[in-house]
């Protein structure tokens, strides 16, 4: 089966309103509505959301997500925003489990398997990050690790809710440092992961799931890892900051 390889840019908590206009003023002038076979995502802060949707003004070329969700529909819960609210401001995509949310806001599995199951009810298509650590992976628990994220983060889905969200495989000390697993290592683990997925869910929701590699990706080292063949796109967190690099990245995995 042939998957569309997906590119989403994670801003992390970079970029206002004003500063997004600019970047969006600049990959316009990249063209990549011309880049086909390659779905392009940009996921803001909740509050340069709107923004950007005003700037692509329907443009539909390029789509837009959030990073976290609520598993609660409304009410007594500061500081959250829910899926009504995704969808009203224009998300089609949500991020669910970060490392850094796993890592400073206490996220667990249980937890974001409660996401998921929102915004799958909602028709957003989540973006479940997972991916062991450095210590976790030098104590030779990387398969365990793996798999119990994919198990209990997609525990009660239907083989069709898998087929159709996003995984990105994010190796921990890969984040924001520079290192990037080897092509070698990453296709390794994506090739672990879907196999995962085909003993929980089946074969057609193994071949249909699309799983995105994050980690230090760059225009230097899109291409290797774009062409492995259980890697479906790339989570991109600082070189997504500037509208060449990322479009560069687009552009690496596009036809
Ligand atoms: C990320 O934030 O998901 C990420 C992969 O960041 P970076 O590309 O900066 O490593």
Sequence with gaps: MSRTPII???????????????????????NLCECKGVEKVVVPPFVTIPAVAEALNGCSCLGIGAQDVSDHD????????????????????????????????????????KKIKKALAAGL?????IGETLEQREAGKLEEILRSQVEEGLQGLTAEQVAGLVIAYEPVWAIGTGKTASAADAQAAHAFIRSVVEKAFGADAAAAVRIQYGGSVKPANAAELMACPDIDGA????????????????????V
């Design 235 to 254: 989570l991109v967190g600082g070189a997504a900051l500037k509208a060449d690099s990322f479009a560069a990245i687009i552009r690496a995995a596009g």
């Design 125 to 129: 298509v989540p973006i479940y990050c």
């Design 74 to 113: 409304n009410g007594a819960f500061t500081g959250e925003i829910s899926t009504a609210m995704l969808l009203e401001i224009g998300c089609q995509y949500v991020v669910v489990g970060h490392s850094e949310r796993r890592q400073y806001h206490g996220e667990t599995n249980a937890y974001i398997n």
């Design 8 to 30: 989403a840019a994670n801003w992390k908590m970079n970029m206002g309103p004003k500063e997004a206009g600019a970047f969006l003023s600049a990959f316009k002038e990249e």
